[in-house]
């Protein structure tokens, strides 16, 4: 499905864009326990469940007692939280469809990790997209907009009303950050025609999903590793749903493990630490670093195909030690071939966690027979601050939660980056005894946010 921008139409008619949603207090590190509660009798509500993430999304509901998952491409649960504009018809693509419009360099605009921008001052900044200005208030909307008519679609019924996932901490840092991305959250499921939104955080929302394969009175930690933000949570089951002890977070997930490879082994191959000439003197300098940092960048990769940074890599030619270097900057900029060298570069990450893994990149895209080596050594080293921030984060958790390590029993992995092996050494390094419980680890979130819808909606 795609919608088209019809030029007597305006793309933001998907909702009120001047709508503010109302102030959502961001989930503390430390907080008193609480109890969540599913509800599984027979009821059909109108009540949506939507876990929009960093890398994918998904969305379910609750009916007769079960969940029913919204396939949302072809045969699959979930759908690639990516966009496509394309100049050809005026229409917004998503998810396969909008990262097959990328591999074949279809003309247009490809944007990608969209929630990561959710209290950014990019926001606001309207952009010129298909001859109309639009802003990200605008884009995640329509992204949530497609998910819930195709939702109502498939179902045959209308959601006004959304049981959503968000992360702990949207930002670990920045307090700030952290309750405007939920308030940007909110107002883009308003505008996306949802009335009514109820959050609940992610990791809970997982460990609700994993009720019935845990004893009551039994211990668990939810370790959540997602695209943008690493998510912990200690409970306990309940009879009627699970009590959480404590919840924390830490913006650290996939993508920063992609820029990471990027920027280690791919960035340098086009100009990143490499020397330009500076001043009359023809003293050298390293090459400024941001332009690589952008690049590097899931949701940065598109704002960098303008003619300033085109110049600036040209000028970066004229000045560079070794021109032929940085002329791959400047093709990877002129082609914008960004995204492809960023799925590379995520590619690589996944390869480096198999049985066998790559040696080596190919990067016959910038040029013909370029490739870079990429060592198990350096690949560790790159990866080892990641396992010990998550390691310190899990520690952190489970001292706001007051229970020891030896305490806890079960240990639920959920996320696409749960599966990399920094984050199992993590694990085991925090919780060694804790048995490993099986569950899907891309539909946990939203089968949990389902699970709850059902007690959101009966009232309990």
């Keep these: 499905m795609q919608i088209l921008l019809a030029p007597s139409a305006p793309f933001w008619s998907v909702g009120d864009h001047s709508k503010r949603a109302g ?15 599913h ?24 009916e007769d007692g079960a969940i029913k998952r919204i396939q949302l491409e072809e045969n699959s649960d979930t759908v690639p939280t990516a966009v496509f504009f394309s100049l050809n018809d005026a229409s917004m693509a998503i998810g396969s469809v909008a990262n097959a419009a ?73 307090a700030e950050i952290n309750e405007r991305a939920a308030t940007d959250l909110e107002r883009c499921y308003n505008m ?9 955080p992610e990791p809970e929302a997982a460990a609700l999903s994993v009720i019935d394969q845990i004893k009551p ?21 309940t009879g009627h749903g699970i009590e959480v002890a404590a919840s924390h977070g830490v913006r650290l997930g996939g993508t920063d493990f992609d820029r990471a490879m990027n920027l280690q082994f791919i960035m340098p191959c086009i100009g990143h630490g490499h020397l330009i000439r500076h001043g009359m003197n023809g003293e050298t300098i390293a090459a400024p670093n941001a332009i690589f940092q952008d690049l590097a960048t899931w949701e940065k990769i598109h704002l960098l195909y303008t003619q300033k940074n085109l110049s600036l890599a040209k000028g970066l030619v004229q000045d560079a030690v ?31 966690n198999g049985t066998n893994p790559s040696t080596h990149i190919e990067l016959g895209l910038l040029e013909s027979g370029l490739s870079t080596p990429m060592a198990p050594t350096e690949i560790d080293a790159v990866f080892l601050p990641f396992t010990e921030t998550l390691a310190e984060t899990l520690d952190d958790t489970l001292a706001n939660a007051q229970v020891e390590r030896d305490a806890v029993s079960h240990v639920v992995p ?21 048995s490993v419980v099986d569950t899907p680890i891309f539909t946990a979130v939203v089968d949990g946010l389902a699970l709850h819808s059902g007690a959101v909606s009966a009232g309990t």
Excluded: C
């Excluded at 959920?414 to 804790?434: C, D, F, H, N, W």
């Design 23 to 37: 102030q959502f207090a961001p989930a503390p590190a430390r907080q008193p326990t609480k109890t969540i509660t």
């Design 192 to 200: 996306a025609g949802f009335d009514e939104v109820v959050f609940l």
């Design 102 to 174: 990328l591999i074949d360099r279809l003309e247009g605009r490809y944007m990608r990790s969209l929630k990561r921008v959710l209290g950014t001052s990019l926001m606001a900044e309207r952009r010129t997209i298909l001859d109309r200005k639009l802003d990200f208030y605008d884009i995640v909307s329509a992204f949530l907009k497609i998910i819930k008519d195709r939702s109502e679609k498939q179902s045959g019924r209308h959601f006004d009303k959304v049981v959503a996932g968000r992360p702990v901490l949207f930002d670990s840092k920045d």
């Design 39 to 62: 509800e599984r009798s027979n009821f059909m509500g109108d009540w949506l469940a939507v876990d929009f993430g960093t890398s994918n999304s998904a969305a379910a509901y609750a």
């Design 414 to 434: 959920v996320g696409g980056a749960s599966l990399m092996r920094l984050v199992q050494s993590a694990i085991s390094k925090t919780v060694p005894e804790a």
């Design 322 to 352: 070794e021109p032929a270097i940085f002329q791959r900057l400047h093709r990877a900029i002129d082609w914008q071939l960004g995204h492809e060298i960023a799925f590379l570069a995520e590619q690589s990450k996944i390869a480096s």
């Design 217 to 237: 009175g039994d211990l668990g930690i939810v370790v959540d590793i997602g695209g943008g933000t690493s998510d912990f949570t200690v409970f306990k089951k």
